[in-house]
């Protein structure tokens, strides 16, 4: 995430970082456009489909996670679940196992994020944190490429952390606690 890598790059690899924690078979990347998700990374090349696998909000498992902004686990038989929603083109519609985390950025669901296992598969502990986590920072990950580099590099932590956490633009005085 710290690389300078575009941000398709960088979900990818996120993907495969994921894939290789989990051993899953597929993971998919979802993000919002308007009131749809739209895939935008996959482990394996769909080229074809990023961009263009689309769903509504609250369709399907994944609309599901996004409306709900759960984490969602089925060990078992995923594709019989009533949400589920059938992508003809995707093989990995069959596979058995699902589990799905929100992408959360600044408190806003903006996409999510799927991992699927052919075979059944009890999702650990460790494997349900880490989702949850990636989708939180790959949520940041969208936040700060949205950012300028120029923005990037005059940031001043340091008061951000003095003003409270709160978003202080350059040049805006710190009011003083004490009311001088």
Request: charged residues 20%.
């Amino acid at each position: 995430m710290v690389r300078e890598l575009s941000l398709a790059e960088t979900l990818h690899a996120i993907v495969k970082l994921v894939q290789e924690f989990t051993g899953c078979d597929a993971c998919f990347i979802y993000l919002i456009d308007g009131d749809d998700l739209v895939l935008c990374s996959s482990l394996r090349p769909h080229p074809a489909h990023i961009g263009k696998v689309r769903m509504r909000i609250g369709e399907g498992l994944t609309g599901w996670v996004a409306r709900e902004r759960r984490l969602l686990a089925i060990s078992a038989e995923a594709y019989k679940d009533p949400r589920f929603k059938t992508f003809s083109d995707l093989p990995e519609d069959s596979y058995e196992a699902f589990l799905s985390a929100p992408v959360i950025a600044r408190n806003r669901v903006v996409g999510v994020i799927n991992v699927q296992h052919r075979l059944p598969h009890r999702h650990s502990g460790a494997e349900m944190e880490l989702l949850t986590t990636v989708g939180e920072q790959v949520g940041c990950l969208l936040v700060v490429a949205r950012m300028s580099p120029a923005l990037i590099e005059q940031a001043n932590h340091a008061e951000l952390v003095w003003s409270g956490g709160q978003i202080v633009r350059s040049g805006e005085a710190l009011s003083d606690s004490s009311g001088a």
